[in-house]
């Protein structure tokens, strides 16, 4: 069992930078792949960026060169530094884990991932 807590949400003006943390408690951490996704105001969830355990990383298109995923495997801790935030960032963001995923295209899924964390908000004023 895994448990997700996200924090670092925010109010920030268009150009500007925020970092998310989800803490996580529970064993096993560093054998987790770790996820980010959002869901903006009458959207579906989308992938945002991902962390394989090896250190891989992956990132949907739309953030690509402006967030950057991270992970601290001592303080059971995942980040997302997002610079550069556009209106269209704004979105509750998620935060999510789980021990088998292996591929690209499985760690975009929202449906394959266990371990859910509550949301944060970002919301980035134009």
């Known amino acids: 069992q895994v448990q997700l807590v996200e924090s670092g949400g925010g109010l920030v003006q268009a150009g500007g930078s925020l970092r998310l943390s989800c803490a996580a408690s529970g064993r096993s951490f560093s054998g987790y792949v770790m996820g980010w996704f959002r869901q903006g105001p009458g959207k579906e969830r989308e992938f945002v960026s991902a962390?394989?355990?090896?250190?891989?990383?992956y990132y949907a298109d739309s953030v690509k060169g402006r967030f950057t995923i991270s992970r601290d495997n001592a303080k059971k801790t995942v980040y997302l530094q997002m610079n550069t935030l556009k209106p269209e960032d704004t979105a509750v963001y998620y935060c999510?884990?789980?021990?088998?995923?292996?591929?690209?295209?499985?760690?975009?899924?929202?449906?394959?991932?266990?371990?859910w964390g509550q949301g944060t908000q970002v919301t980035v004023s134009s």
């Open positions: 999510a884990a789980d021990l088998y995923l292996t591929t690209a295209q499985t760690m975009g899924l929202a449906d394959e991932y266990d371990y």
């Open positions: 962390i394989h355990w090896s250190g891989r990383t």
